[in-house]
């Protein structure tokens, strides 16, 4: 038969039959060839192979593209990308490619829900009707289409004209439709009207140290209240010194001082000896005849007194023998 040799009933082949070779085509002996295996394969013909691009390439074998990362929100090397068990995802209510997420995002107006979960499109076509919502005017979707400052009734607010009564809310005059006429009473509201008060001169002093007239009127004090005046600041003599601080008997020294609101102020020796009444001296010379203590004393405008001293000593006088 054909793709035998020899004679029959003698026929030798390929074993018991002879078939084209490797790479050929045909029926032995009439074998085509070689034949090369098509294009994208690999291998000798018929045994083609296609083989797969390599990792991290796309497209058909030899015709890879590459190389390829891994798509926005996986991590790895294509095609063996990892993300959150397979793929990272943004969190529900967020948008975006994972790890890029913005959010969190609510549902379009009109819808209900968590985004991405939205159900809708709620929508609502007002039907002309309107009724009454926390005491304001909604329509038939409840939309607030009016604020109502006396109520609502009937799908409208309710109408207020003011019948000439007052009364007292939170120490303000309030008319019959509750609108404010007269606020912030000075000295309180009663019987729907401010209370009326002339002050007769008189002042005191209140627990909290502030000014008060005989109608409760306050005057606020910085520093403390007295028999019914504000106490004014208090003074300070902030240096006195004396240069130098020791000399010859017959010498002199310069004595300078600052003091800081004081109604009057004195400078005297330790001989009670006025040597300025000045609240501040840049420099006022003294003769020193002996040991000199000198006292600054000033009183401010509460009446408070403050004191100061400053001491020159003589310098010893030596006799050589």
Not at 139 to 166: E, R
Not at 168 to 175: A, S, Y
Not at 178 to 187: I, L
């Amino acid at each position: 038969p054909a793709g035998y040799t020899g004679t029959y009933p003698d026929c030798i082949g390929n074993g018991t039959q002879s078939v084209c070779p490797s790479g050929y085509i045909g029926t032995y002996p009439d074998c085509i060839g070689p034949v090369s295996c098509p294009a994208g394969y690999i291998g000798t013909y018929p045994n083609c192979i296609a083989p797969s691009c390599p990792d991290g390439y796309t497209g058909t074998y030899p015709n890879c593209t590459g190389p390829v990362s891994c798509p926005a929100g996986y991590t790895g090397t294509y095609p063996d990308c990892i993300g959150n068990g397979t793929q990272s995802v943004c969190p529900s209510g967020y948008i975006g490619t994972y790890p890029n997420c913005t959010g969190p995002v609510s549902c379009p107006a009109g819808y209900s829900g968590t985004y991405p979960n939205c159900i809708g499109q709620i929508l609502c076509t007002p039907n002309g009707t309107d009724s009454c919502s926390n005491g304001n005017v909604v329509d038939s979707c409840g939309a607030t289409v009016k604020m109502c400052s006396n109520g609502c009734s009937g799908g409208a607010c309710n109408a207020c004209a003011p019948n000439g009564t007052t009364s007292c809310l939170n120490g303000d005059v309030i008319d019959s439709c509750g609108a404010t006429v007269q606020p912030s009473c000075s000295y309180g509201c009663s019987g729907g009207a401010c209370n009326a008060c002339t002050p007769n001169g008189t002042t005191s002093c209140s627990i909290d140290g502030n000014v008060v007239d005989s109608c409760g009127a306050v005057q606020l004090c910085s520093n403390g209240c007295s028999a019914g005046m504000c106490r004014a600041p208090n003074g300070s003599i902030s240096s006195l010194s004396a240069t130098p601080s020791r000399v010859l008997t017959g010498g002199s020294t310069t004595l300078t001082w600052s003091t800081s609101k004081m109604a009057f102020c004195g400078l005297t020796t330790s001989e009670g000896d006025l040597v300025s009444s000045l609240p501040n001296s840049a420099g006022t010379p003294a003769n020193v005849t002996h040991a000199e203590i000198y006292t600054l004393s000033c009183t401010d405008n509460n009446g408070q007194t403050y004191t100061a001293t400053a001491n020159v000593e003589l310098v010893p006088v030596t006799k050589e023998i």
